[in-house]
Structures are given as C-alpha cells and as structure tokens.
C-alpha cells in the first residue's frame, strides 16, 4: 500500500538553528513528493515538490527538501529558522495507484520555533 | 494568484441536519478535492471530482456526497450530520497532470451538536 509517514508529530528548534522536519514514503515507480505549510486557522500553502532531476529542492520562504531515493525519504530543512516559521506542516505524495491526480498526505508535523 | 473561496469559516449545525459547504475556485481547474483534516490524522481524502457531473469517492465517502453542476463550484453535502463529522474541510483544485500543485481554502471548521 501506498503511504506517507512523518515520525515526529512536533519538532522544536531555537531561532537561529537549522531545522529538519521528517517524511519518508512508500510508493510504487517514482514518486512526485510535496510539502505544504498550514498556518494557525488557514487553509494549505504549497513549500515545494518534487518531480525529477535535482534531488535538492528549492522552495518558499527558504526552504528546501532533499529527495533520497534509497532512503526513501524526502525531509524539510531550513539552514536557519525564524519564529515566524511555527506552523503545521505536511508532506505529501502522489496516489501512483491509479491515473488520478490525487494525494496522499502523512499525518503532520508542528513546528515550534523559540525565540 | 488562485483563489480557493469556502463559503463559510465556522458552522455550527444539529444532528440530522442537512449541510452544505460550498467551494469555489477561479483558475479554471478541472480537479477539484474534499478533505477533512483532524488532529493526528492529516488530512483524508472524502470526495474529488475531474471534471464537470464527474465524482469519485475518497478514502473516508461514508456519510457525505458531493455535487460538480459547474466547473468552478464543488459542493459537499452531508444528508445528516452526526457528531462524529465535526472537524475541519478543506477544498483544494488542481490542474490535471501528474504533479500539479492542489490549492487550497482557508477551510470550514464544522460543530456538529
């Protein structure tokens, strides 16, 4: 079965630190991997993806993923981390089971930033 | 930007109530989803359509249906609400192709009493 996991349901860091937040996958063929951001009483914002080629990511506000295929793994860091960073974070992937675009999305990591 | 408009933030509604939430996007996008998102349990896929009058169920349809009379709305009827539907909805769209980013709304938080 196709699946997500995020093994830490919260994740604390000073500011200032880097910062690490974990996603490993389980999915036939290649796998499209995401991670979104939710802020208090908001809706999803998209961070980035993964489709091909490069396996360091780049995305919003300075994040950035590394896709490890052996690994199978495709963790969130951020050299330097901000209080304004705390939210609620998501990985997903894509649903290879079927020709659908749907996602699959593991059950979310809360990051707490510290001043 | 795309916008992703819910109708409502909060809805407080009774048990056997008819509900309806409403979901509109204005980037023309042919899919469309229905989450439920609850604490330690992420987000769960309910209904997704892909195009007009086109439904298919998720991982959790039990209890709700949805309704794709135009391409921008997608509506998530719940026939009679029961307690245990109270949480969070989410709506999101996409265009098709594999890869494509879901957007996403600000989400319907939902009591059911």
């Known amino acids: 079965a196709q699946s997500v996991a995020q093994p830490e349901d919260q994740v604390n860091v000073a500011e200032g630190n880097p910062l690490t937040v974990k996603c490993t996958y389980s999915?036939?063929?290649?796998?499209?991997l995401f991670w979104y951001v939710q802020y208090p009483n908001r809706g999803l914002q998209f961070l980035l993806k993964y489709i091909t080629g490069d396996n360091l990511v780049k995305g919003s506000y300075g994040f950035e993923a590394e896709f490890n295929k052996s690994q199978t793994s495709f963790h969130l860091k951020k050299p330097s981390a901000l209080v304004s960073d705390s939210a609620l974070y998501f990985c997903a992937v894509r649903d290879m089971s079927d020709n659908t675009d749907k996602l699959i999305f593991g059950t979310g990591t809360r990051l707490q930033v510290f001043p | 930007d795309v916008k992703v408009t819910q109708s409502s933030r909060y809805l407080v509604k009774r048990t056997g109530e008819k509900v309806f939430l409403e979901c509109v996007q204005d980037?023309?996008?042919?899919?469309m989803f229905w989450y439920r998102q609850d604490p330690g349990l992420g987000l769960r896929l309910i209904y997704f359509s892909y195009d007009v009058k086109m439904k298919e169920k998720g991982d959790i349809p039990e209890g709700y249906s949805v309704s794709r009379e135009k391409k921008e709305r997608f509506s998530l009827i719940l026939e009679s609400a029961s307690t245990n539907q109270t949480s969070m909805y989410l709506c999101?769209?996409?265009?098709?192709?594999?890869?494509?980013?879901?957007?996403f709304g600000a989400g319907t938080r939902l009591s059911v009493l």
């Open positions: 999101a769209s996409s265009e098709q192709g594999r890869g494509n980013i879901q957007y």
């Open positions: 999915v036939s063929g290649n796998p499209y």
């Open positions: 980037m023309d996008h042919e899919n």
